[in-house]
């Protein structure tokens, strides 16, 4: 089996996707895949890199192309599954990132405030991803919460619920807050960003025209900002990524600690 089958076939089931899934992504009929991934012919370059675009690797990581040997090379870990986050680290410049999502007790205490529960979840789900990895990895992970007047506000449990969260919020000004882990060997570093964001005031035939789309059911404070949750929204203060899921900006300091220069070098880690 060549690099790029093994590498394909290391993605898909990394990003717990089916052949088919995959296939259908790339515009290709499920043998014509499965004789990729199986080694049997070698794709297009058009193919190639749909295929990077959607696992957010580079070509060269697909192909084996000028990397050291497997035991030396330092891997950059998204521990989450979040397709949003993916997203943002790959605008950050984070191409040649895997995901590692276990899955993690994300009880705590009562009464603690929402920076301080963001921040212990997002250095438990860095530890339990790191218990799978080698130890030069490098392990981002995040937890993001919305609360209004201290209260922490979950994912509704059904269209009450989320009917019950956008009118509390309708009108009125609450926090999103993200705690982020950059984690590698021994050393891990955890911060968390705080965004105020105000709502307009709401109809209530909105609200439930809202909730028909679906968009709120998996969202924390049932709302989304980067999809139609964005026509609720009158204003913000502070970071716009931290609400979507992960502040860019700490996060980019935050990996500067760690060797990771996005706009100084091409090189994602330190040798």
């Not at 993605?11 to 199986?38: D, F, H, P, W």
């Not at 956008?166 to 009125?172: M, P, Q, T, V």
Request: charged share 25%; glycine share 10%; net charge negative.
């Amino acid at each position: 089996m060549s690099i790029l089958s093994e590498r394909m076939k290391e993605l898909r089931l990394e990003n717990k996707m089916k052949q088919a899934e995959v296939a259908k992504a790339l515009g290709l009929s499920i043998t014509g895949y499965c004789g990729y991934e199986y080694g049997s012919r070698d794709p297009q370059t058009a193919t190639l890199v749909a295929l990077a675009k959607l696992y957010h690797v580079s070509t060269d990581y697909l192909l084996g192309v000028n990397e050291p040997p497997r035991e030396e090379r330092t891997r950059i870990i998204l521990a989450s599954n979040s397709p949003r986050r993916k997203e943002l680290l790959g605008q950050m410049g984070l191409k040649d990132f895997k995901v590692s999502a276990p899955n993690v007790d994300e009880s705590v205490e009562d009464g603690l405030p929402p920076a301080e529960i963001v921040e212990r979840l997002s250095l438990r789900k860095a530890q339990a991803a790191a218990d799978k990895a080698r130890p030069n990895d490098l392990i981002i992970a995040a937890d993001t919460v919305v609360a209004l007047d201290g209260a922490v506000l979950g994912k509704p449990r059904n269209e009450t619920g989320a009917f019950a969260m956008l009118s509390a919020l309708s009108g009125r000004e609450h926090h999103v807050y993200t705690g982020v882990t950059v984690l590698q060997g021994g050393r891990a570093l955890t911060e968390h960003e705080e965004t105020a964001v105000t709502f307009r005031a709401l109809e209530e035939a909105e609200i439930w025209g809202y909730i028909a789309t679906g968009e709120p059911m998996d969202k924390a404070g049932a709302y989304g900002i980067q999809g139609l949750g964005a026509l609720l929204v009158s204003g913000i203060r502070g970071d716009y990524c931290n609400v979507v899921g992960l502040p860019v900006f700490r996060l980019g300091r935050m990996l500067g600690e760690f060797g990771v220069n996005l706009l100084q070098n091409k090189e994602q880690t330190k040798p």
